[in-house]
């Protein structure tokens, strides 16, 4: 492992089939089989992937989803009606929860059949409360799948998932994949992600060990894209903007906190992203499909907002100070987040001079 470069970080592009993401760069994370997909999907709203330069979906979601057969098909961009980026996570994570199994070749098969830009092999998570043995087992089947899946990927980028309890277990396990990868997407970090030493002991370890892009799976708090913005990190996945809105929960936009209750309010924090410019919160509290796929497009862009400011910082070789101005009147936890990188940064460059 080395040291990173000073500062760590710098805005960059990830180049797929369907364009080149600017990053860091966040992306929504689309939950196919369940709630206001359809409203999306059939066009009476603008989507989630008309605003994100680029989605990400879990083959759990999709394999469920009454149009899978579609996406196989037609293809992922034809079902959405999209021609910007898509990635295809293997639902590693959520089958895990499910305690239910995938062969990695059939995942493969359907990412490869869906068209996706970029898929994501198939894994076998760790979990917090398991022995050394059956640790050692799930990040060796992980590994294994992750090769045999690169060795059929075909003209399909594919991003091997890393998993790891600490950065040497993140080290040995990179060593053991095979050369070819397009970039790496670090799993199993959901577990402790508001441990923000561990979060970026981890991450640092990944973007010290490749140049590739990497993606942080599951890592969707303000504070944690900050902290992992300023290590480096280019791609994250969230669907926060969804699970707020279907709790009827709105994003502040200055402080990024959420605001709850909506029912009992009389107004919102003002925002000027467009959803905002033709709907407010009578429309959000409606009990139906159209206020919560509203009010998830208010919440997607306050995200999509702060993650172009990152850019924007970055490009200016200001991201501390703007980090830094947000932890004042916001989360306290954005400070927290980011101190705990900024050590880590610190500490390795010392070690290495
Ligand atoms: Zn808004």
């Known amino acids: 492992m080395k040291a990173l470069p000073d500062p760590p970080y710098a805005t960059g592009t990830t180049r797929t089939?369907?364009?080149?993401?600017?990053?860091?760069a966040l992306m929504p994370v689309v939950a196919v089989s369940y709630g206001v997909w359809d409203l999306w999907i059939d066009g009476e709203y603008t989507a989630p992937w008309d605003l994100a330069q680029a989605t990400i979906l879990s083959?759990?979601?999709?394999?469920?989803?009454?149009?899978?057969?579609?996406?196989?098909?037609?293809?992922?961009?034809?079902?959405?009606?999209?021609?910007?980026?898509?990635?295809?996570d293997s639902g590693g994570f959520q089958y895990m929860k499910k305690g239910v199994e995938l062969d990695p070749m059939d995942v493969l098969a359907f990412q490869r059949d869906s068209g996706c830009d970029v898929g994501i092999t198939f894994d076998f998570p760790i979990t917090l409360d398991l022995d050394d043995a059956s640790r050692t087992d799930r990040l060796d089947r992980s590994i294994k799948a992750a090769n045999l899946m690169l060795e059929h990927t075909g003209d399909m980028a594919l991003y091997g998932a890393i998993h790891g309890s600490s950065p040497d277990e993140i080290e040995a396990y990179t060593m053991r994949l095979d050369k070819g990868f397009s970039g790496y997407g670090i799993g199993s970090l959901?577990?402790?992600?508001?441990?923000?030493?561990?979060?970026?002991?981890?991450?640092?370890?990944?973007?010290?060990?490749?140049?590739?892009?990497?993606?942080?799976?599951?890592?969707?708090?303000?504070?944690a894209l900050y902290a992992l913005s300023y290590l480096g990190v280019d791609t994250f996945d969230s669907w926060t903007y969804l699970v707020a809105a279907a709790y009827k929960e709105y994003i502040d936009p200055e402080r990024l906190m959420r605001v709850k209750r909506l029912k009992e309010r009389s107004h919102l924090p003002h925002c000027d992203c467009p959803v905002c410019q033709e709907y407010g919160l009578k429309d959000f509290i409606a009990p139906t499909s159209e206020g919560e796929a509203l009010l998830a497009l208010h919440n997607l862009h306050?995200?999509?907002r702060e993650m172009s400011l990152i850019r924007e910082a970055m490009?200016?070789?200001?991201?501390?100070?703007?980090?830094?101005?947000?932890?004042?009147?916001?989360?306290?936890?954005?400070?927290?987040?980011?101190?705990?990188a900024e050590r880590k940064v610190k500490e390795k460059k010392d070690q290495y001079r």
């Open 59 to 88: 083959l759990y979601h999709v394999l469920q989803y009454p149009r899978a057969k579609q996406v196989r098909t037609r293809g992922i961009h034809a079902v959405l009606g999209t021609s910007r980026p898509v990635f295809m």
């Open 315 to 340: 490009d200016k070789n200001e991201l501390e100070d703007y980090i830094l101005v947000k932890g004042e009147h916001g989360n306290r936890n954005i400070n927290r987040a980011f101190r705990a």
């Open 302 to 304: 306050v995200f999509l």
């Open 17 to 24: 089939k369907h364009g080149t993401i600017r990053t860091p």
């Open 190 to 223: 959901v577990p402790r992600k508001a441990h923000y030493d561990h979060l970026v002991d981890i991450m640092h370890a990944a973007r010290s060990l490749t140049s590739l892009p990497i993606h942080a799976f599951g890592i969707t708090g303000f504070p």
